[in-house]
């Protein structure tokens, strides 16, 4: 199990509105903080508090919704304040992901447009882009849209000055210094590198949802004819992947 150092959070909890606690461990993309906010939401969920609805964790904050006829919300935060919110101790263990990607050409229409920013190839995109493990930091805009961290420097990217109206679900792709897998048709001014036959999102399996944050993933290329193979598959809610053995 992964313990990142946290004896230097400072936790703040903020009231939202008449239904929801903000736990806040910091302001920026920082994997200690991420590992503060997912053990403070496990340690959460251990404890099965009655009124609690839902626990929404980010990448630095937990908002925390619960039923405020059925839990008293000055209560609820006497409850959260005994946990000790600076020292939330080590986080689950996340699984890993091996996720395959199609890259370039109509399944991700901006890789040249981003080689030629950084004065790369097309290739070496790929190979930059494939190389890491990255984290999941969290999960949401749309059911499994996917934000990852471990981006290379060498590929961080504006995002585009005006957002696409729609793009394909399964697009990988990267903006700022963020990489992210796209579950749904969605709009997006991320760059668009490729696309994954998996479906981060699936309401007719079992679990619908397929990764968490905390997880890790690593891309692998494929091309356009496993890409279809694969698709059919994901079609028939066949999720593809699985966690690889720790």
């Not at 994997?31 to 630095?60: F, Q």
């Not at 040249?112 to 995109?125: F, I, M, N, Q």
């Not at 399996?205 to 494929?222: C, M, S, Y």
Request: charged share 20%; proline share 13%; net charge negative.
């Amino acid at each position: 199990m992964t313990d990142f150092p946290n004896a230097t959070l400072r936790a703040r909890v903020v009231p939202v509105g008449d239904s929801a606690i903000l736990v806040e461990f910091g302001e920026t993309i920082d994997p200690a903080i991420n590992a503060a906010v997912l053990a403070l939401d496990a340690r959460i969920r251990a404890m099965a508090l009655e009124g609690v609805v839902e626990l929404v964790p980010t990448y630095r904050s937990l908002l925390v919704h619960y039923d405020p006829e059925k839990i008293d919300g000055a209560a609820l935060l006497a409850r959260l304040a005994s946990l000790d919110l600076d020292h939330p101790g080590p986080p689950p263990e996340g699984r890993s992901w091996t996720v395959p990607v199609c890259y370039g050409g109509e399944f991700g229409i901006d890789l040249e447009a981003v080689a030629e920013r950084h004065g790369l190839t097309p290739e070496e995109v790929v190979r930059l882009h494939t190389a890491p493990v990255y984290r999941v930091y969290m999960v949401g805009f749309v059911p499994g849209f996917t934000y990852l961290g471990g981006l290379d420097p060498r590929l961080h990217t504006p995002r585009l000055p005006e957002p696409r109206p729609r793009t394909p679900p399964g697009s990988v792709s990267i903006g700022g210094i963020q990489a992210g897998i796209a579950s749904l048709a969605i709009p997006s001014g991320w760059h668009l590198l490729g696309r994954t036959p998996v479906r981060t999102f699936d309401p007719e399996r079992d679990p619908p949802l397929l990764l968490a944050p905390g997880d890790r993933v690593r891309f692998v290329p494929i091309d356009p004819a496993t890409f279809a193979e694969l698709d059919r598959r994901a079609a028939a809610h066949d999720p593809l992947i699985a966690p690889e053995p720790s």
